[in-house]
């Protein structure tokens, strides 16, 4: 068998059009396409087929478990050589660790709820499903290596359970930098699409899960400044009743964010937590500020003043408000744009792929079917 045919599998779970995890997934598909290897996908009825470069093996399951138990039935290595989970599952080659480690999440979140919201949490399935799935995998072996997207996600996972650090690989996200260029040249038709006048200074929240991506305290934030200016673009999906304010303007779940990076200002995401926010990367990929927490994975690229801000807590409304005013000054902005344009190509989508290439393709179960045998299960 050579490299050519060598067939790669990736696992995730359901689909959401605008999902962080679905983007990266399409987007790496296609780069291992490029680079003349196969690609099979596992995962439920709600993937549609034209999403998908690849062959699709469908998983009638709902929940978490439910479809980590199916997909053992499936025995995902009689269709490829190696298995790449983007989800919690019982057992997989490489566990890229995309959506963070969730006790970290829930005690980040914990610490944030109200008490009577922490009791009901305790006693959620859906989070005892995944907290099980993630010792499996993490814990006790499940996972041959794992991928972090970011240092935090990383010693997380070695802090947690115990995991050697050695078996995990940092690979930060990759985005395709040259689909966001050249936004600067774009803001005054993308402006004027928006109904901004020149001297508005947008601020754009992107995200779904509002409550994680903490879009209150983004909205608190631009109210505390009491600045005519400001103005709020949120897109995403979410329940908007919650969030309702004259500085806000939301825009749904958008296919296409790059008008709205276009038009912006800064972008705010006082996450709770975010492993690595693809939508900050995609952000300084379009030369903006990127004002965000340390619970955001790809604050580790930010240099504070240079790249953006960088706040401890989410809820810090003061050290928040202290970096939109910092901003808000043009001149400041202008002097930030060429250095994050400049920045940002060093996560471009192609170097990201060959990363994640050389470690997969020195993996015993890849070396294993370049050379005429197929892994045995």
């Avoid at 806000?248 to 800064?266: K, N, Q, T, W, Y």
């Avoid at 990127?290 to 003043?305: D, F, H, M, Q, W």
């Avoid at 002097?335 to 792929?353: G, M, N, P, V, Y």
Wanted: with cysteine.
């Amino acid at each position: 068998m050579t490299q050519e045919n060598l067939k790669i599998g990736f696992v995730r779970r359901g689909f959401s059009p605008s999902g962080g995890a679905e983007i990266y997934l399409r987007r790496l598909a296609h780069g291992v396409l490029a680079a003349g290897y196969e690609v099979v996908l596992f995962t439920t009825a709600a993937w549609p087929e034209t999403e998908w470069p690849g062959k699709i093996h469908r998983i009638a399951a709902s929940g978490p478990v439910e479809f980590a138990d199916e997909l053992e039935r499936v025995n995902p290595r009689s269709h490829c050589h190696l298995l790449i989970s983007l989800e919690r599952v019982w057992h997989c080659d490489f566990f890229r660790a995309g959506d963070g480690v969730h006790r970290a999440w829930l005690e980040r979140r914990a610490r944030f709820d109200a008490p009577l919201r922490k009791f009901a949490r305790a006693f959620s399935r859906k989070h005892e499903e995944i907290l099980r799935l993630e010792k499996a995998l993490l814990g006790n072996g499940g996972a041959g290596r794992i991928i972090a997207n970011s240092a935090m996600v990383r010693d997380e996972i070695v802090n947690y359970y115990g995991f050697p650090g050695e078996a995990i690989d940092l690979i930060r996200n990759g985005i395709r930098v040259s689909e966001f260029g050249p936004a600067p040249l774009k803001r005054a038709a993308a402006r004027s699409q928006l109904h901004l006048a020149e001297t508005d200074i947008a601020v754009l929240f992107l995200g779904s899960g509002w409550e994680r991506k903490g879009l209150r305290f983004a909205i608190a934030t631009v109210e505390s400044l009491r600045d005519d200016r400001l103005r709020l673009l949120v897109a995403g999906r979410g329940n908007q009743g919650r969030f309702r304010s004259r500085k806000v303007h939301f825009f749904g779940e958008v296919g296409d964010v790059r008008p709205l990076l276009s038009a912006a200002d800064i972008f705010l995401l006082p996450t709770l937590y975010d492993p690595f926010s693809n939508a900050s990367l995609e952000a300084m990929a379009a030369g903006l500020p990127v004002v965000t927490t340390r619970a955001n994975g790809c604050s580790e690229i930010i240099e504070e003043k240079i790249h953006g801000s960088i706040v401890d807590r989410a809820d810090n409304i003061v050290a928040l408000a202290a970096a939109l005013r910092f901003w808000s000054d043009e001149s400041r902005r202008k002097k930030a744009q060429l250095i994050l344009l400049e920045h940002a190509t060093q996560f471009d989508l192609s170097r990201h792929i060959a990363q994640t290439l050389e470690i997969v393709l020195s993996y015993p179960a890849a070396a294993a079917s370049t050379s005429g045998k197929m892994r045995k299960t």
